[in-house]
């Protein structure tokens, strides 16, 4: 079946440093691909997505590029602060209705010291 | 501004207990979801409907059920609590694969 794999965190980072967050994913057809963020203490909040092969999706400085050749969806910026802290989840729709209906990945936890 | 609202935002109960968890959305969504959050498990589905008096089961419904008589509001339900249903429970709701989620009722099962 579908799944989504992350890298195991937590990840630590100075400011400004550079991040990468792997995903990579299995599945049949082609999925939607999602970047969920969590922050301390609210619910999860969409960060980006791509619907389609070669796709890049953005928001916030955050940048992830839909690559079906490696089956992957890596989440980047260039220069984090410290307010990017939080746990951030991949994902995929489970189906192709569109419903919301999606897999997650298990997570990875950033925190980004001054 | 679009809003996911759940009852509670912490909650201690007894095992055997019956447990209800509301979640309403103001955004007349037609499906919307349960999913727990473990750690290292990430979020895993538990129910979810596509519209009222319909529910389908997700990825692990065992030990709950739901009810969604109303389009706005859809409710979790442990029949019976167990220790191992100790979780952060997040409800949401969909637009276009969008997922809108409230903030999470933290469960514990004593």
Redesign the interface.
């Given at each position: 079946g579908n799944s989504v794999t992350q890298m195991e965190g937590p990840v630590t980072l100075s400011e400004e440093a550079f991040l990468t967050i792997n995903c990579t994913y299995t599945a049949t057809g082609y999925p939607s691909l999602f970047w969920y963020v969590q922050y301390p203490g609210e619910g999860l909040q969409l960060l980006l997505k791509a619907t389609k092969a070669d796709d890049k999706g953005s928001n916030k400085g955050f940048e992830a590029t839909y690559r079906k050749e490696t089956t992957s969806f890596h989440l980047e910026k260039g220069s984090v602060q410290v307010s990017d802290s939080a746990v951030y989840f991949c994902a995929l729709n489970q189906d192709s209705s569109n419903t919301g209906k999606l897999i997650f990945g298990q997570g990875t936890t950033l925190q980004v010291k001054p | 501004d679009v809003k996911?609202t759940q009852s509670s935002r912490y909650l201690v109960k007894r095992t055997g207990e019956k447990v209800f968890l509301e979640c309403v959305q103001d955004m007349d969504h037609e499906?919307m979801?349960w999913?727990r959050q473990d750690p290292?498990?990430?979020?895993?589905?538990i129910y979810?409907s596509?519209d009222v008096k319909m529910k389908e089961k997700?990825d692990i419904p065992e030990g709950y059920s739901v009810s969604r008589e109303k389009k706005e509001r859809f409710s979790l339900i442990l029949e019976s609590a167990s220790t191992n249903q100790t979780s952060m429970y997040?409800c949401?709701?969909?637009?276009?694969?969008?997922?809108?989620?409230?903030?999470?009722t933290q469960l514990s099962v004593l």
């Open positions: - | 996911v499906n979801f999913y290292g498990l990430g979020l895993r589905l979810f596509y997700g997040l949401a709701s969909s637009s276009n694969e969008k997922l809108f989620f409230g903030s999470g």
